[in-house]
């Protein structure tokens, strides 16, 4: 069991959902290696567990995460800087290519590293206190994490660009406007909905989730790469049994149970 006094990640099974919460509030989450760890075992655990379907991701305390420990940044020490930006790769990279969906309950600041967290998820619940900001450049840092790969997904490039160099900050309202995040509810409830979003990700056809995300993970790619990866995709998916219950729900006009991936 997870200790909410000690351990850098909490998680807890609400049925089918996964909630992992990134626990040091003090640091306001941000990326130390011991928090880095955990959260990298912790997806691991979570890929290879069938009866997981969905995941919740957000902060304690009032935050979802400042991004990197600045305190731990070694300048004197490159090598030891690349290690500790792979560990933190490899973070973002779980997440997009995680079989299950990811839902980001982004509560306070999502600011750096934290931003690109939140945007490798599949879905992004915001309020209206929940703060985005690619604070990178302040720090006289360039973006890291991916965000430059996932913020022009969800943004035009020249919007991106700006959000980029000029380290603006976004509220929650302007983020889900500006299709930053996709869901905006009062602060008291992006938890809540979050896990309600993600119940209903739960019950989708784990094999269909699993291969939107496989294709998307990979963008940007020209429309021969997509349709070859459909081909591949959907081929498989033809002849799950998840596909043959919902063949057969659909013409008794009745809902279908997926069974798993």
């Known amino acids: 069991m997870s200790d909410p006094a000690t351990d850098p990640i909490i998680l807890e099974q609400h049925g089918a959902i996964a909630l992992v919460r990134l626990n040091l509030p003090a640091k306001r989450n941000a990326l130390v290696p011991a928090l ?3 959260l990298t075992s912790i997806l691991d655990r979570i890929a290879a567990d069938r009866t997981i379907r969905a995941v919740v991701l957000t902060g304690a305390g009032g935050a979802f995460c400042a991004g990197g420990d600045l305190g731990g940044m070694e300048a004197s020490d490159p090598l030891g800087g690349t290690a500790m930006m792979r560990s933190c790769q490899g973070i973002v ?4 290519t995680l079989p299950q969906p990811v839902v980001a309950a982004v509560e306070g600041a999502a600011f750096g590293a934290g931003f690109s967290i939140a945007l490798a998820c599949d879905l992004v619940v915001v309020g209206p206190g929940s703060r985005f900001c690619a604070a990178f450049g302040k720090v006289g840092l360039m973006p890291d994490l991916g965000l430059l790969w996932s913020l022009p997904q969800r943004v035009p490039l020249g919007r991106a660009r700006e959000l ?5 900050v976004v509220g929650g309202e302007a983020a889900v406007a500006e299709h930053i995040a996709d ?3 009062p602060d008291a409830e992006i938890l809540a909905t979050a896990l309600t979003r993600a119940r209903r990700l739960a019950d ?5 989730v699993t291969a939107i995300k496989r294709v998307l993970a990979a963008w940007p790619q ?3 790469d997509v349709l ?5 995709g959907q081929s498989l998916l033809i002849a799950t049994a998840d596909h043959g219950a919902a063949r057969t729900a659909f013409f008794e006009k009745r809902p279908v149970d997926f069974e798993g991936r």
Not at 93 to 96: F, G, M
Not at 164 to 168: A, I, N, R
């Open 36 to 38: 880095v760890a955990a």
């Open 93 to 96: 990279r779980r997440i997009a």
């Open 164 to 168: 980029l160099m000029l380290c603006d």
């Open 183 to 185: 869901v905006l509810v």
């Open 204 to 208: 989708a056809a784990p094999g269909a």
């Open 222 to 224: 020209g429309l021969d």
């Open 228 to 232: 070859r990866a459909e081909e591949v």
